[in-house]
């Protein structure tokens, strides 16, 4: 064998075991995302784990529960505070005035 070609597999055994002991940049970037998604993903499937169930945020009337297809919901909704509005200004038109109060010792 040739000095030259012996020098030329000396080097190239050398990069390789540099290679293997000092990784690039772009592979220790790489590897740091890798983590970064794992720590994520251990996040999200914590938080999903402890999240209340739908019959606790009905109890807690965060969540509406209703039998309505998605779609009509809203609607549902918006009919129910018409409905809310319409009886408070019925009930509001009822009510005594203010003398009568007074006269039933009610106000002074």
């Known amino acids: 064998m040739s000095s030259s070609s ?3 597999q000396e080097e190239n055994r050398k990069v390789e075991h540099d290679d293997r002991e000092t990784p690039s940049p772009n592979r220790v970037e ?3 995302s890798e983590i970064e ?3 994520a993903k ?3 499937g914590k938080q999903l784990a402890s999240r209340s169930t739908k019959e606790d945020l009905q109890r807690n009337h965060i969540l509406k529960s209703t039998e309505l297809a998605p779609s009509l919901q809203a609607t549902a909704l918006h009919l129910e505070k018409e ?3 319409n009886d408070l200004a019925r009930k509001l038109g009822e009510r005594s005035s203010k003398s009568e109060l007074e ?3 009610i106000l002074i």
């Open 6 to 8: 012996t020098s030329s």
């Open 83 to 85: 409905m809310v509005q």
């Open 42 to 44: 251990d996040a999200i």
């Open 30 to 32: 790489i590897r740091m």
């Open 37 to 39: 998604k794992e720590q």
């Open 103 to 105: 006269r039933r010792h």
